[in-house]
Every structure is written in C-alpha cells, then in structure tokens.
C-alpha cells in the first residue's frame, strides 16, 4: 500500500456514526508506505511477520498512531516489524507503541493466547505532542530496538517508556533503545508527576511484571517537566553515557512516587546531567531494595543542605512550612510520596498544595508517618517561644508530629492536632519550644499523617506574664508560663492567692525555678495524682487511667457519637475538695465541652458539685479549665460530658482535685 491520503471525520475514538479506521492489517511482508492518515480513530493497527510502515505521516488521530502488535486481525504474532521514518503528530494514545499481548479475555471467560512479539524495530521516527499517550512505547517482548528517533511535548505522560502493558501483557525481557532525543516530554496525568523517560514495569499504572535486559544507551533528554530518567521495578538494566539536560525535577531518580522500585538492578555508568534547578538532584534512589552500580557519571555532587531562597528564616518570625531546606530527599527532607500539585514553586515537586488558608501560597501536605522536613533559622535570642502551628485536619490526629533539633533531641513533644474538617479548612495549634540563640537547623518531624501545615509562627515569650499556677511550685518551668529570660538578673512576679516570684537564667539553667517572696501558697496537694479511675466508655488506647498520669499529652477519650459520657477519679477514701482542674493536649486547638461534676462517698449515689455548663478549652491558657466550688468531703469525683464541639466525644487528659 503506497502513496495514499486517508482522512475522516471521527470525533472521538469511539465507533459512533462510523468513527474508526484507519489501516488495519496482517501476514508477512507487509508494507505501508508513505500514506497521509489524518482525523481517523487510529492509523495503523498491524501485526503478522516482517511488515513495515515507512515515510508515512499522521496527525489528529484519536488513538493510537502506529500500534505494531501481536493480535490485529486475529493473528497472534508480531516478529521483525518495523516502523520508520515516520512523522506523527497529536495522538489520543501512544503515537507509536509496540504492544505485545500476553492473552485476552473471552466473552465465555476463556482466554485466547498469543506469542510473544519479537525483534521489533522502531527508527528515525518524530513523534510530537501526544496528548493522550507516550511519545514511543515499548510494551512486552523482547530483542527490540528502538533507536534514533525524535520525541518532543508529551501533553500528559511519559515521553519514551520501556516496560510491559496492564495485567495481560507479555513481559519485557530485553531491548536497546539508543540515540533517541526526548525533548520537553513527561507529565502530569493522575498527578503522577510522569518522567521523560522511564524503564520499569507500572507506565501503564499496573506494578506488575518483568522488565529485564533493556540497555539504555547514548540519549539525549531535555527540558523534561518531572524527572528526566526514572526507574520502576526492573532488573539489569544498562543505562550508559546519556544525557540529561534542565529536567524539571531530578536527573536520574529510581522509585520516584507512583513509579515505585522495592527490587530492581540497573548498571549506572558514564551518564551526563546538567543544569538542574535549586533543590534538585542529579540522582536519587528512595528504594532500600533496588541496587544500582554507578561509575564514571558526570554530574554535580549532591547539593548540600542550605535554606529555602539562601536566607535563614528568622525567629521569632513565621516560618513558611513550603520553604524547607534545600539540598534534596535525604538531606533536607524525606518522603515516601511526590504528590503535590503545586509543583512550579519547588524543583522537587514535593507535597505542596495551594493553601485557601489567609494569605494563600503553598501548605505542605501528604503527611505520613516517618517523613520530615528541615529549616535553617537564625534565633535572635536564647529562650522559650510559643509555636503557633497552622494546620488542617479533615479528622484528629493523635501524636501528629515533634519539633526536633539537629541532633535528633525532642523539643516539643508529640503534638496532637485537633479535626478542623476538612484539608483546607484551618486552625491554629500552640505549644511551647526552648531555643538557644543562633543559627540551627529545626526538623518537623510527621509522626502520623492526615493533616497539612501552612506555617509555624515562633513568638518570644513576653518577659513579665502573670498567670495562675495550676501545679505545684516544684513542677513548674519556665515553658508553662512562655516565660522567656536571658538573665538571672530578672524575674518575674505570678499571683496566686499570694504573690510568688519566679526567677533564673534560662539561658544557662533553662528548666529550673527558683520561687520566692511574700505570699502563701495555696495550690496544695493534687489529690487525684495516681489514683484509680472508671469511665463510661474509651476508645482505641485512651483509657481513663490517663487523666491522673501527670502526663498532659495523654488523655482518655469516650467512645464517638454517644453521649452523655463520664469520668471519675476514687480518691481511696473521702477527701475535702473545693476545686477541679481539667486539662486536654496543650497543643490542641480550642474546643468547648459541656459538663457537669459531680461527687459520692461511696462511688454509686452522686450529689452536684458544680451544674452543667459551657468550659472552653483554650491553647492560649493551656486548654485549662477550673472549676471551682463550695468544699465538699468526697471519696469520689466524676465529670459528665454531654457535648464537645471539637469532636464527637468526651475528653479529658488531666483531672486534678485540690482542697483548695
């Protein structure tokens, strides 16, 4: 078949109102030569034994350009085809693929099976701007050699791919792709941030199959959108003396985020990568399963750690949870996914979202248990300073995330964040961190994932606060008032039924108290430290034992969406008692519970102490409540919880009992 012009008015590659075509062939030593396919749903769908398409042209087709297979026309072998010199343009699907089938599925669910294609050659072709497929795709068989063809503006997916197609494809088991350009190709279909030029089976999205022996030699990739080389599953490949040049994100990157590698082998040797952006790395390899030998590559030594723009961000000051370090995954940050899709502001593309939190910008989400981030910040001064986080959660997350300094050391403790409904809809949790001054580098650790973060907002603490104590003089630091003192020279007064001066150098001492002056104290004895407790009902791991642990960041929870809701605390004997402090998670977000106390010698006949009402649960005043009342001698104590705005349960993770 020579020199035809075949052109149609399909508008989609369905078969409606006679859609279809174009060249559908099979046997042996076929030939189609310069034939002009356009507006059809496909060009050619061919198979059989040593055909060729040659000096053809197609555009605007809606599928597949050139697919050379194994099945076409009922045939069920596709070996020493060839395809080129061929120019195609702006395809639905692959513009030019090799597709060998392992077997279909029968309409009585039998299945029909087919040789695996062999010896396919594909040469000196241009494929431009596919928009619903890959530039040149290489699906199962084997001895295939796919070289010196031009592949530019990939719309939506990978530019040049070697792997295996969906469930039912045969396996790669070797081919050569060499001198081929991959230029500005890649994409981000599914949000998957696709790669220039991928080996490796799941192209498709199925992770499934052998891709073995594919040598990748002598191409050139430029200006790709995500990474420029990436590596799924596969084994002994060869990947040698390519170049790549500008990529979006990283050069060479094996298990990139929806293209994951657990096992694999590839030898790395003699490749070029030039011109990377900030923050980006010439190589990366996040799989512990996947052994690559590199030598002789020529390319920048992995950047080291820096800060986001050059500049380290100042504290106190805000933070922006977007500008982590620069330097790369294992460095300045490590993650387990490349999600995000705000992809332009960062070189990695790691995790970022467009916030509609005030101010917009950037948030960073996909958290997960075990990533992290780091910043470099200059503190202005030694001291303890309140940390605003501003986060989203669509559910509470317990033991969230810690702030951690560069060696290693806990600064805040496990944070829990509070449901604020949705992954946009924003709130602000606040706890408490020491700092020396200077430069340092702070890492945000996620411990549990399902939440976002917009910023943290460091502030000092004010010098002179006055506040009321709600624990024993012995315990208290300078971090439960945000006390923030550089001198031993200063002090700082709190009243308290009495006045008590707090005093010491932070700087040097920055946990202990010294407290001193005219007044009484009048905090007492916690009677309910220690003491067995009983509830009405808990979930998962947060028992009542929890409240009378001395642990604010442990708490009980009721079971969800039942109340009333109750917990006591059986003092051993009747003790007199004129006030109650109930605490939640210091660095939840506010919350407001309605309760009621109430008090029983004997754990079974309870009189009112204090009648229901509204209490809110505050970070600014440590998400305390007191409840104060006329003294009353009770064995035991309970508090009963008929709404909590914050979530669908009673809580409570301190329950202190005072005389006075």
């Known amino acids: 078949m020579r020199n035809f012009h075949i052109d149609a008015n399909a508008v989609s590659r369905s078969t409606i109102g006679g859609d279809g075509g174009a060249m559908d062939t099979t ?6 030569d310069g034939i002009w396919t356009q507006d059809t749903m496909s060009g050619f769908w061919a198979s059989g034994t040593g055909g060729k398409v040659q000096n053809s042209r197609l555009t605007s087709i809606w599928a597949d350009g050139i697919n050379v297979n194994n099945v076409s026309l009922g045939a069920d072998t596709g070996n020493n085809l060839t395809v080129t010199n061929n120019f ?33 050659t594909v040469s000196d072709n241009t494929s431009i701007a596919p928009w619903g497929g890959k530039g040149v795709g290489i699906h199962g068989g084997r001895g295939h050699q796919v070289k010196d063809n031009y592949i530019g503006d990939t719309a939506r997916y990978i530019g040049l791919g070697a792997g295996r197609f969906g469930v039912n494809g045969s396996d790669l088991l070797s081919a050569t792709v060499t001198g081929n350009t991959v230029v500005r190709s890649g994409g981000n279909a599914y949000s998957q941030g696709q790669p220039a030029l991928h080996i490796g089976n799941g192209g498709d999205g199925q992770n499934t199959g052998i891709v073995d022996k594919v040598t990748v030699n002598g191409n050139t990739v430029t200006d790709s959108l995500y990474d420029g080389i990436a590596f799924s599953t596969s084994t002994n490949t060869l ?56 030598s002789d590559n020529h390319w920048p030594p992995a950047a080291p750690e820096g800060p986001y723009g050059g500049t380290p961000a100042a504290v106190p000051g805000t933070v922006q949870a977007e500008n ?10 490590n993650v387990t996914s490349v999600n995000g899709n705000a992809n332009s502001y960062r070189a990695d593309g ?75 809809t924003w709130a602000t949790v606040t706890t408490h961190v020491t700092l020396p001054a200077g430069r340092q580098i702070l890492t945000l650790d ?4 399902g939440w976002n973060i917009n910023h943290l907002g460091f502030t000092a603490g004010s010098g002179s606060p006055s506040a009321t104590l709600t624990a024993s003089p012995a315990s208290l630091t300078f971090a439960d008032l945000a006390v923030n003192m550089t001198s031993a020279a200063q002090s700082v007064t709190v009243t308290n ?13 920055p946990t202990a108290v010294a407290l001193s002056g005219t007044g009484t104290d009048t905090t007492g004895t916690d009677l309910a430290a220690g003491k067995p407790t009983s509830e009405s009902s808990h979930t998962d791991a947060y028992p009542s034992s929890n409240v009378t642990d001395g642990n604010q960041g442990s708490y009980w929870e009721s079971a969800n969406n039942t109340f009333p809701q109750w917990v006591q605390v059986d003092l051993g004997s009747a003790r007199s008692a004129s006030r109650v402090v109930l605490q939640l998670p210091a660095g939840w977000g506010a919350r407001t519970q309605t309760l009621t106390l109430g008090g029983s010698t004997d754990g079974t006949a309870f009189t009112t102490l204090k009648s229901s009402a509204a209490h809110t649960f505050d970070p600014s005043t440590r998400n305390t409540v007191t409840l104060t009342f006329p003294a009353a001698t009770q064995r035991c104590f309970r508090v ?16 202190q009992i005072w005389t006075s």
């Not at 982590?324 to 940050?333: E, I, K």
């Not at 039924?497 to 001492?509: E, F, K, R, W, Y």
């Open 27 to 32: 046997g042996t030593d076929w030939l189609a």
């Open 88 to 120: 195609v343009r702006g395809t639905g699907d692959d513009a030019i693929a090799i597709n060998s089938v392992n077997y279909n599925t029968n309409s009585d669910g039998s299945k029909t099976y087919y040789n695996p294609m062999t010896n396919v």
């Open 239 to 294: 990947l040698q003396d390519n170049t790549v040049s500008n990529p979006g994100r990283n050069g060479i990157a094996i298990s990139p985020s929806y293209y994951p590698a657990p096992t694999g082998s590839a030898t790395i040797t003699g490749n070029t990568v030039t011109e990377l952006n900030p923050g980006a790395s010439a190589f990366v390899n996040t799989s512990s399963g996947f052994v690559a030998t590199l």
């Open 324 to 333: 982590y370090d620069t330097g790369g995954q294992g460095v300045a940050y």
């Open 350 to 424: 790691v995790d970022l979202d467009n916030t509609s939190d005030t101010g917009g910008g950037y948030n960073l989400g996909w958290t997960s248990g075990g990533q992290w981030f780091r910043y470099t910040v200059d503190v202005a001064t030694a001291g303890t300073y309140t940390l605003d986080l501003r986060v989203a959660a669509p559910s509470a997350v317990a033991a969230a995330l810690h702030l951690s300094d560069a060696s290693g050391t806990n600064l805040t403790g496990a944070v829990d964040l509070p449901a604020t409904g949705d992954w946009q």
């Open 446 to 449: 996620q411990d549990n994932g």
């Open 497 to 509: 039924s009495g006045t008590l001066t707090l005093t010491g150098d932070q700087s040097n001492n």
């Open 640 to 655: 009963t919880i008929t709404a909590n705005s914050g979530w669908p349960a009673g809580q409570v993770s301190e329950f």
